[in-house]
């Protein structure tokens, strides 16, 4: 009776410290996953070089606290580049057949590409002007870009055949910012003018008889 009582303390022990185990590793991603939303929150604000302090503050934690979840800044920024990413994964859909038509196509790129930058923004904005800084975070930004151009060469195929550099630059964050911030264009106005260019690149114009 004596051994069967201390065998269930020893279970009961063991469960409490296993609890607690879970919680201190609850508590630690909800933190992790506060200091990446901070983050991306101030970035959204138009903050694109925040300090620790205001992300600490932005995240609720204390300052000494935020790098506990992170190796250093370009972890972080890391991190943030994949959460972007996973918050944006159903603007990365083009909803177009390979079989549709070349303006199908087109139209189809140009309304995602709009919709996937416009929202993502502020944080590509940031992350790109700190990637020559971290090594990281410029392999991630490049594994972004090398995804949406192989994305571009399975849409457009044959099509795309010796113009895939220029299209990828075409349908780039890069270019969609030059035109929308750089020229002021409304953004019907610059999925007009991307959709111009794309399809003179494509010879769409020739092939509808324009």
Known sequence: MAADSVADEGIAVDGAVG?????????????????????????????????????????????????????????????????????????????????????????????????????IGPAARALRASAHRHAPLAAELGRNRAFLRSQLAAIFGPDAAGRLPALDVLCSFESWELLRHDQGLSRPATERALADAIGALLGLHQEVGV
């Open 19 to 119: 609890e607690r185990a879970d919680g201190r590793r609850l508590r630690r991603t909800q933190n992790r996953e506060a200091v990446i939303d901070a983050l991306l929150s101030l970035f959204r604000d138009g903050t694109y070089q925040p300090s620790t302090a205001e992300i600490a503050t932005r995240a609720g934690l204390s300052l000494r606290s935020v790098f506990r979840y992170f190796d250093d800044v370009d972890d972080l920024h890391r991190a943030a580049a994949i959460r972007q990413v996973a918050l944006v994964l159903p603007l990365l859909e083009v909803p177009v057949a390979a079989s549709a038509p070349l303006a199908a196509k087109v139209a189809a790129v140009v309304a995602a590409r709009a919709a996937l930058y416009e929202q």
